[in-house]
């Protein structure tokens, strides 16, 4: 075997992380905790993989709940479109009366994508595929001494090529958690642990002082901010939500009257109580500013379009984005 390759297998026998999903080779909860952990991190996502391991123990129990369901159980996670696509491909999985158990049957379930399916293909069925993310090109940037820009075409080919070179094709699965854990505890991105790396005598960012500057990044898509205001309409105990559409983020979520700031008549405003201002969330490539107000009109008003009456006593019911469980929080009494 490949030295690096055994040295990464000795570590990650000595050091990996203990997490529920290592200790099963079932591929439905080891889908799940991928799909968990594509934007979040091990310690948040371990949570919610119990709670949906405990409210949907297998496949089937997933695909016949409801999407409501599934977005509540999610809620707090973000990338909301993460939470439908599981649903959608437990439905698939459902159909096809099996999981996929190759890696191109997994990569069409929905929400799989490159790496998704090289870590599940490995890790639940042994195949051999090697992932890339970004632990695994930060490890081989540095240990090869690798400056392709990553994030470019070229760099994806190389460092794919690279890591199929690299992997023992009886161990891939071990091979691939033990790069990830290798790359978010020793080869860190910040202050990497190189005085106690097992790596150091053959590692070309540390021989020629490198270890700073690699990986090399592009440069990343500019940030846009949105500013809005998100107004709690109060009325008689009621208040009033829209459910999301498709075509923008939080598809499927709900949330309460929304306008876009800019010039206003007066109309109205008296009933408007500023709670909150300037409230930032970010999202990948997007900061959300939003101002936010509590509505309580004399007489009952028209409301805008899509937009529903529901008890406010109900609203735990209905799955909502952060933004609005803060909004929530800053209403008085
Ligand atoms: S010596 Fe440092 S830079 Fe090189 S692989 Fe080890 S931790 Fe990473």
């Given at each position: 075997m490949i030295p690096f390759s055994e040295t990464i297998l000795e570590w990650y026998a000595a050091n990996g992380r203990d997490l529920p999903?290592?200790?099963?080779?079932d591929p439905y909860a080891i889908w799940l905790s991928e799909i968990i952990l594509q934007q979040t991190r091990i310690a948040q996502g371990q949570a919610y993989w119990e709670r949906f391991m405990a409210a949907f123990p297998n496949v089937k129990a997933l695909a016949s709940a409801s999407e409501d369901e599934v977005l509540r159980l999610w809620?707090?996670?973000?990338?909301y479109s993460r939470a439908r696509n599981l649903h959608a491909a437990a439905r698939q999985i459902v159909e096809l009366g099996?999981?996929?158990?190759?890696i191109e049957g997994i990569r069409?379930?929905?929400?799989?994508?490159d790496y998704t399916a090289a870590a599940i293909g490995s890790i639940?069925?042994?195949?051999p595929a090697a992932v890339v993310d970004g632990n695994v090109y930060r490890v081989l940037a540095r240990h090869f001494g690798i400056v392709t820009p990553v994030g470019s075409t070229a760099a994806k080919k190389e460092f794919s090529e690279l890591a199929r070179k690299l992997l023992p094709t009886d161990r891939p699965g071990d091979f691939n958690q033990g790069m990830m854990d290798f790359g978010a505890?020793?080869?860190?991105?910040?202050?990497?642990?190189c005085l106690l790396c097992p790596l150091a005598d053959s590692c070309t960012a540390l021989a020629t002082g490198q270890v700073d500057r690699l990986p090399v990044k592009e440069k990343g898509t500019a940030v846009q901010t949105r500013r809005f205001d998100y107004i709690y309409l109060r009325f008689r105990g009621r208040t009033a939500i829209r459910r999301r559409g498709p075509?923008?983020?939080?598809?499927?979520l709900y949330e309460p009257v929304v306008r876009e700031p800019g010039p206003r008549d007066?109309?109205?405003?008296?009933d408007l109580l500023l709670l909150?201002?300037?409230v930032k969330h970010q999202l990948t490539h997007r900061t959300l500013l939003a101002d936010f107000y509590l509505w309580t009109p004399q007489e009952e008003p028209d409301l805008p379009e899509g937009y529903v009456w529901i008890e406010e006593?109900?609203?735990?019911r209905y799955a909502k984005p952060r933004l609005f469980e803060l909004l929530l929080e800053s209403l008085p009494g």
């Open positions: 999903w290592r200790h099963t080779r809620q707090g996670l973000g990338y099996a999981f996929p158990d190759t069409r379930l929905k929400g799989v994508g639940a069925f042994g195949l505890v020793q080869c860190t991105p910040v202050s990497p642990a075509g923008d983020i939080w598809q499927g007066g109309a109205g405003e008296k909150r201002a300037g006593a109900e609203l735990d």
